[in-house]
Nanobody, 120 residues
């Protein structure tokens, strides 16, 4: 019932920037946590950034100072701004939203992923 959809991925040269968006839709009472993950080919999925309902943010050491997670003006939208991109950032980026929806049921919603490719 509750769905999350990512957008904004693409091909960019090293040193460039991309802005990813995650829109969560459905019957929603609250969204408590949104996380961005990424998975490179042949590697395990890793946590990139986290934002909670009180505004607390957490970043992986590898992206601190380069990536920023924030809530956008649009309803139920979270943005991941990625600057100073490097080839090591290449992978499929997923958003994960957790909260409460219809009939106060807890939801755990994963997007389908968006590809980010950084060339040398």
């Amino acid at each position: 019932q509750v769905q999350s959809v990512e957008s904004g991925g693409g091909l960019v040269k090293a040193g460039g920037s991309l802005r990813l968006s995650c829109v969560t839709s459905g019957v929603i009472f609250s969204i408590d946590v949104v996380r961005w993950y990424r998975q490179a080919a042949g590697n395990e999925r890793e946590l990139v950034a986290h934002i909670s309902s009180d505004g607390t943010t957490i970043y992986a050491d590898s992206v601190k100072g380069r990536f920023t997670i924030s809530r956008a003006n649009a309803k139920n939208t979270v943005v991941l701004q990625m600057n100073s991109l490097a080839p090591e950032d290449t992978g499929v980026y997923f958003c994960n939203a957790q909260g409460y929806g219809d009939n106060t049921r807890h939801f755990d919603s994963w997007g389908q992923g968006t590809q980010v490719t950084v060339s040398s």
